[in-house]
């Protein structure tokens, strides 16, 4: 007969149900860690692309948008051959530093025009409560208006990008209009002089523009400048290529373009009955680069 003793019992017993040891501790924090760590460069990076994508799509919506613009004025452009109120002007230029397109284009287009725009202020603060109707009654607007589309400086900022500038104005006559933009381009809004403010309004477009680049075509051939002169006629179509950089991404910079198609493009002296060419082109395809 074995006999058993009960405290070695106990105490084996008591050692079978040992806890972690400190090392063992460590480890599972330190796979915990790693685990977790993981999880969350996935997630950054994950969240970090969506943003960037978010911020392409609407850097591309804003370029869409833009020339969207500039076509519907290309599409309402009004020109006659015999006026030279309504010259088309155009410019090929490029930053000597950076090589970047800065075209400019100039042209006379139909706009909605605003009856307050044309009403004297003298007038505005002694008739505020007359409709726009009897204000104007002396001061009809037009429908036409000068539009000047170039690669500038936003005078209102203090920041070193470019901008796509846009300016508006009644005042046809394109002597005094180089002027007037360098003016403009070289002092803020609340510096101007009074004809300035009263004849030019501008507004930017786009910001961070990293390039404009306007080409024409003549029917058979694209060039990158056009000469009213030489050609004796509009141009069949323009090709409008945008790009702009994002601030936050120095990266290679977002392209988009778009052609525009002037289907009253015939070359001056061969209009039947002497008539002048005028009219608008209806026709835009956007491409994407």
């Not at 015939?266 to 491409?287: A, E, K, V, Y």
Request: with cysteine; aromatic share 6%.
């Amino acid at each position: 007969m074995r006999l058993y003793n009960k405290t070695n019992t106990k105490r084996r017993h008591i050692s079978s149900n040992k806890g972690f040891t400190l090392i063992e501790i460590m480890v599972a924090v330190a796979i915990s860690m790693m685990i977790i760590g993981s999880v969350y460069a996935v997630f950054k990076s994950s969240l970090n692309a969506y943003q960037k994508d978010e911020t392409r799509i609407i850097m591309l919506q804003k370029c869409r948008t833009t020339l969207d613009r500039i076509a519907k004025d290309v599409i309402n452009m009004f020109y006659a051959s015999d006026d030279e109120e309504l010259v088309f002007l155009c410019g090929d230029n490029a930053d000597p530093e950076t090589n970047m397109d800065m075209d400019m284009i100039s042209f006379v287009t139909v706009v909605s025009p605003n009856l307050r725009d044309y009403v004297p202020q003298e007038e505005r603060k002694t008739s505020n409560t007359s409709s726009d109707e009897e204000e104007t009654e002396n001061n009809l607007p037009s429908d036409l208006a000068r539009v000047v589309y170039f690669i500038g400086q936003n005078p209102e900022t203090n920041e070193a990008s470019v901008s796509l500038m846009r300016v508006e104005t009644t005042e046809l006559d394109t002597q005094n209009l180089q002027d007037m933009l360098e003016q403009m381009q070289s002092s803020t809004r609340s510096s101007r002089s009074d004809e300035v403010q009263e004849l030019l309004r501008s507004s930017v477009l786009m910001d961070n523009v990293a390039g404009l680049n306007i080409r024409y075509f003549d029917g058979s051939d694209w060039a990158d400048t056009w000469d009213m002169e030489e050609e004796q006629q509009l141009p069949q179509a323009l090709e409008i290529t945008l790009s702009v950089t994002d601030p936050d991404n120095k990266g290679t910079p977002l392209t988009q373009a778009i052609v525009v198609y002037l289907n009253f493009s015939t070359p001056i002296g061969q209009q039947s009955g002497g008539q002048n060419t005028t009219g608008q082109g209806n026709q835009m395809t956007p491409t994407q680069r």
